[in-house]
């Protein structure tokens, strides 16, 4: 059995690209439902639109508040048939009663070895550290930003000379080839609790 999984993006969606890829595979647990941005110019919506996906933007400045704005989002996955949601770069910080409703089905990669560098610029602030070691990490989405369960992680070394570039590069292969595990990962370990 398949579960229906959303995926949220705000920009390229380069993750969102290998989760649809991987999701062809017979074995894989997810089923691609649609793909949803907040932001109409995203370029992965036309990806999503390119493989036949459902793919559709849910702009905040159309909403007079983030209620508004997340109430819109879930009606979107609930015509979906949504069952699960898997942030690849959604750039918003969800409210925590959408983050309850979607308690146990919502995951999130990360570009840091969490609970290390929560947040934004997790590339400069590992060679701002002196980090040995960073990469990145998919986990539970809770109502702490970056604070749920981490699901698995990927380790890249720190090299002498690395700039911003060429260390997120190295980081985002490595999420290329985590999330699609790790969400299959997640859902399996959905399907045995819930029984689904």
């Known amino acids: 059995m398949k579960t229906p999984v959303a995926i949220l993006i705000s920009g390229r969606g380069s993750n969102m690209e290998k989760l649809v890829e991987a999701a062809r595979a017979p ?3 997810a089923e691609i439902c649609g793909v949803l941005a907040d932001r109409a110019d995203a370029a992965g919506l036309d990806f999503a639109r390119g493989q036949g996906l459902v793919a559709v933007a ?3 400045k159309g909403f007079a508040d983030k209620a508004a704005h997340e109430a819109a989002i879930s009606a979107v996955l609930a015509d979906w048939g949504a069952g699960f949601i898997a942030l690849a770069g959604f ?3 969800l409210s925590p009663e959408f ?3 979607w308690h ?3 995951v ?3 570009p840091s070895l969490l609970p290390r560098h929560k947040g934004l610029d997790t590339h400069a602030r590992a060679l ?3 980090d040995t070691e960073h990469g990145c990490s998919v986990h539970w989405v809770t109502a702490e930003l970056d604070g749920g369960d981490v699901i698995a992680q990927a380790r890249v070394p720190v090299l002498s000379g690395d700039t ?3 260390l997120s590069a190295r980081v985002l292969a490595e999420e290329h080839k985590l999330y699609p595990a790790a969400l299959a990962q997640a859902l399996r370990h959905h399907q045995t609790m819930t029984g689904d």
């Open 27 to 29: 074995d894989h647990p």
């Open 58 to 60: 849910v702009e905040r």
């Open 91 to 93: 750039m918003r910080v």
């Open 99 to 101: 983050v309850q409703a």
């Open 104 to 106: 146990g089905r919502i």
């Open 108 to 110: 999130n990669i990360h």
């Open 128 to 130: 701002a550290a002196g």
């Open 164 to 166: 911003v570039a060429t």
